[in-house]
């Protein structure tokens, strides 16, 4: 059983706030072991999507920022990140749905950007996302970017 919460910076407690920076940092930092600034000064404006399963234990996070924060005509999806424990069961994919439908009530239907790391290319295409531009590096890993253009309504 996966539970969601979708909270803003003021809303998490310290130990939500805890868990989900702990997460970042063990797969983020050390599991792919790439040294960058993870506390970059928009988790305050930004909200938090937390996965918890069902003795409370956080599971896969992902962080939505309002457009403007990074990008001028995009809302954002970034910190997309499962635990180590729940990988290959689907949670990802349900994380990234529960963040498109979060974007959606947040902010309507205001096109989402993301930062893709390049070998999951096809597991965002697959939720909808259309890649835009050429691949690049950031913090040494090979990223590109896609967008999610809400469907059209007849």
């Given at each position: 059983?996966?539970?969601?919460?979708?909270?803003?910076?003021?809303?998490?407690?310290?130990?939500?706030?805890?868990?989900?920076?702990?997460?970042r940092?063990?797969?983020?930092?050390?599991?792919?072991?790439c040294?960058?600034?993870?506390?970059?000064?928009?988790?305050?404006?930004?909200y938090h999507l937390l996965a918890l399963d069902a003795?409370?234990?956080?599971v896969a996070y992902a962080r939505i920022l309002p457009?403007?924060?990074?990008?001028q005509d995009y809302v954002a999806i970034g910190r997309v990140v499962n635990s180590d424990q729940v990988r290959r069961q689907g949670i990802g994919q349900k994380l990234m749905q529960e963040a498109i439908a979060s974007c959606h009530q947040?902010?309507?239907?205001?096109?989402?950007?993301?930062?893709a790391q390049c070998?999951?290319?096809?597991?965002?295409?697959?939720?909808?996302?259309?890649?835009?531009g050429n691949d690049y590096l950031e913090d040494?890993?090979?990223h590109i970017g896609m967008i999610y253009q809400w469907p059209t309504t007849s």
């Open positions: 059983m996966l539970r969601f919460k979708c909270l803003s910076f003021t809303e998490l407690q310290i130990p939500e706030l805890y868990a989900l920076l702990k997460l940092q063990d797969v983020f930092i050390l599991e792919q072991d040294l960058y600034p993870d506390l970059d000064n928009r988790d305050q404006d930004s003795q409370d234990n956080l457009q403007g924060l990074v990008h947040l902010f309507g239907r205001i096109p989402i950007k993301i930062s070998y999951l290319l096809k597991f965002y295409e697959n939720l909808g996302f259309k890649s835009v040494g890993i090979p």
